[in-house]
């Protein structure tokens, strides 16, 4: 058996190939490896009661996963995942890698996540060529739910946003200063906490605010990721995770205006992995 994970830092998704049956799937917390430890994972893991039964049947498990791009934060996920699946042979990469597997195949292209965070890296049809973004939450995530989410707490707090729409903020969400710094600053997983509020936006989405918002941050992000490589007008551009699926109009207008060759845009890349990394490894089985 083979199970494969697309995990973000704020949910992972599974698929577990099953022998004369439909794929077994399920959905767990976000697994990122800034953000959770080995223990942290292993309760995740073993509070999941559809996959126990079949632990000791898996052979490979592949895990895609945002954070997972060193060999340290690469080994805290295989440690825990090594010890639910004993038998296993497990490959843990980065989400990005997975993404580009799901939409571009073996083809060549740059490959966009824009969800709870945002990155880019170029796809040569077998590996990810390295890149100078990724660098989270704090310092870029550009155009993703953390870098919205905080756009419009600030401008909530400042007083900076339409009143009309701030009475429906202040209604929904009940902030208040303490509130923010308590979540932001001393809980955990922050970054999925300010992405929690792209909610509002999609319920506001034909208000000027936010649109002109969306737009702003994906023009952001275009400048700040993709037309930083010389070669971007050569290659399809494609984009997976919530924010990018949920917002592709404005996300596509902005990108006709950059001239950016749009591909696919996908919620989710975990049914088009899962039957990458299964036709694979069948064929390299076989």
Same mark, same amino acid.
């Given at each position: 058996?083979?199970?494969?994970?697309?995990?973000?830092? &704020?949910?992972?998704?599974?698929?577990?190939?099953? !022998?004369?049956?439909?794929?077994? &799937?399920? *959905?767990?917390?976000?697994?990122? !490896?800034?953000?959770?430890?080995?223990?942290?994972?292993?309760? /995740?893991?073993?509070?999941?009661? %559809?996959?126990?039964?079949?632990?000791?049947? #898996?052979?490979?498990?592949?895990?895609?996963?945002?954070?997972?791009?060193?060999?340290?934060? *690469?080994?805290?996920?295989?440690?825990?995942?090594?010890?639910?699946?004993?038998?296993?042979?497990? &490959?843990?990469?980065?989400?990005?890698?997975?993404?580009?597997?799901?939409?571009?195949?073996?083809?060549?292209?740059?490959?966009?996540? #824009?969800?709870?965070?945002?990155?880019?890296?170029?796809?040569?049809?077998?590996?990810?060529?390295?890149?100078? +973004?990724?660098?989270?939450?704090?310092?870029?995530?550009?155009?993703?739910?953390? =870098?919205?989410?905080?756009?419009?707490?600030?401008?909530?707090?400042?007083?900076?946003? !339409?009143?009309?729409?701030?009475?429906?903020?202040?209604?929904?969400?009940?902030?208040?200063?303490?509130? /923010?710094?308590?979540? /932001?600053?001393?809980?955990?997983?922050?970054?999925?906490?300010?992405?929690?509020?792209?909610?509002?936006?999609?319920?506001?989405?034909?208000?000027?605010?936010?649109?002109?918002?969306? *737009?702003?941050? @994906?023009?952001? @992000?275009?400048?700040?990721?993709?037309?930083?490589?010389?070669?971007? =007008?050569?290659?399809?551009?494609?984009?997976?995770?919530?924010?990018?699926? +949920?917002?592709?109009?404005?996300?596509?207008?902005?990108? %006709?205006?950059?001239?950016?060759? #749009?591909?696919?845009?996908?919620?989710?890349?975990? %049914?088009?992995?899962? +039957?990458?990394?299964?036709? *694979?490894?069948?064929?390299?089985?076989?």
């Amino acid at each position: 058996m083979i199970l494969v994970a697309d995990s973000g830092s &704020s949910n992972s998704d599974w698929m577990l190939n099953l !022998p004369d049956s439909k794929p077994l &799937s399920f *959905r767990t917390k976000g697994l990122n !490896p800034f953000f959770v430890n080995e223990k942290e994972i292993l309760k /995740v893991m073993k509070d999941v009661p %559809e996959i126990l039964p079949y632990a000791s049947e #898996i052979h490979e498990v592949y895990f895609f996963g945002a954070g997972c791009i060193t060999p340290d934060r *690469r080994e805290i996920v295989s440690n825990a995942l090594s010890e639910i699946f004993p038998t296993a042979f497990v &490959s843990v990469e980065c989400d990005l890698l997975g993404c580009a597997y799901a939409t571009f195949g073996v083809e060549k292209g740059y490959i966009c996540t #824009i969800g709870t965070g945002s990155d880019i890296g170029f796809y040569d049809g077998e590996m990810l060529r390295p890149s100078v +973004h990724g660098i989270g939450y704090v310092l870029g995530d550009e155009g993703s739910g953390a =870098w919205f989410g905080k756009q419009m707490i600030t401008s909530f707090l400042y007083e900076k946003m !339409p009143k009309d729409l701030s009475k429906k903020f202040e209604e929904k969400y009940k902030l208040n200063k303490e509130i /923010v710094i308590k979540n /932001v600053y001393q809980r955990d997983r922050p970054n999925a906490y300010l992405a929690s509020f792209a909610g509002f936006m999609t319920e506001n989405i034909m208000h000027p605010f936010i649109d002109n918002l969306l *737009r702003n941050g @994906f023009d952001e @992000f275009v400048r700040t990721n993709i037309m930083t490589h010389a070669d971007y =007008w050569d290659y399809r551009v494609n984009f997976v995770g919530s924010i990018a699926y +949920h917002f592709d109009m404005q996300l596509r207008d902005v990108c %006709e205006v950059h001239g950016i060759n #749009i591909g696919t845009i996908l919620k989710s890349p975990m %049914e088009q992995l899962f +039957h990458y990394v299964v036709d *694979r490894e069948t064929k390299i089985l076989t």
